[in-house]
């Protein structure tokens, strides 16, 4: 992917919300309006996601979501100390991933306002995916389906690999990287921020291979 311009990576990353949409729609879900436990400080995304939420916006709402991101950004939130592509790896070698520590106690996401997302058009894929077969707010959390899971992991390899040569982490710290400095693909990893990997290998697991298949194939055709 290192010879694609941004705008056919953004491209490509429409498409694959599309198909995500797409083959997600068969699963159960009590998602609706106005529910937002799943919004936290703990939502992650790739550089590439973050160019696409700040190009999409106009100046006006730009400055919003900024200012709200840098308000915020004190506040305990997760970060990340792997990426999917670098865990399917960490777990096909047989070795321990290390622990990560998300609190929902922590807070909401800096971009829900009034139980609304200020971004929903444009948010990231952890938000799409995020697809519960219970309302989250009469139990308290998300409850997926394990084959979603498996979806869900599948396209976030996709993106990460579509994204191989920028960064990863929380959506508050690669926002505001991207929002102040618009370095996407050339940040300086630190201690908050990741590089993203190709994908090697799919966090599949045997029961799901057959009907994943076409997810797959429709992914490598785009
Ligand atoms: S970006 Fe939007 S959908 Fe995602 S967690 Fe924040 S408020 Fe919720």
Not at 22 to 34: I, L, P, Q, V, Y
Not at 122 to 139: E, G, H, Q
Request: hydrophobic share 35%.
């Amino acid at each position: 992917m290192k010879n694609k311009s941004v705008k056919q990576k953004q491209a490509i990353l429409k498409k694959l919300f599309e198909l995500f949409d797409r083959f997600s729609k068969e699963m159960d879900r009590a998602c609706d309006e106005g529910c937002a436990v799943c919004c936290t400080r703990n939502v992650t995304l790739t550089g590439l996601e973050a160019k696409f939420i700040l190009d999409e916006l106009n100046n006006n709402e730009k400055d919003a979501v900024l200012t709200r991101i840098v308000k915020e950004h004190h506040k305990n939130r997760l970060i990340p100390k792997t990426t999917i592509n670098e865990l399917a790896k960490i777990c096909m070698n047989g070795e321990e991933p290390p622990e990560e520590f998300a609190d929902p106690l922590w807070g909401e996401c800096p971009l829900l306002s009034n139980q609304k997302c200020m971004i929903y058009d444009l948010r990231p894929f952890a938000c799409r995916s995020m697809i519960s077969k219970k309302r989250c707010d009469v139990t308290g959390f998300a409850e997926m389906d394990e084959y979603m899971v498996t979806l869900s992991n599948v396209f976030m390899q996709y993106l990460e690999h579509i994204d191989n040569d920028g960064y990863f982490g929380n959506l508050s710290d690669i926002l505001l990287l991207e929002g102040d400095k618009g370095k996407y693909g050339s940040a300086i990893p630190d201690e908050n921020i990741l590089v993203n990997k190709q994908l090697e290998i799919l966090m599949v697991p045997p029961e799901h291979r057959e009907r994943i298949t076409a997810v797959i194939n429709a992914i490598q055709k785009i």
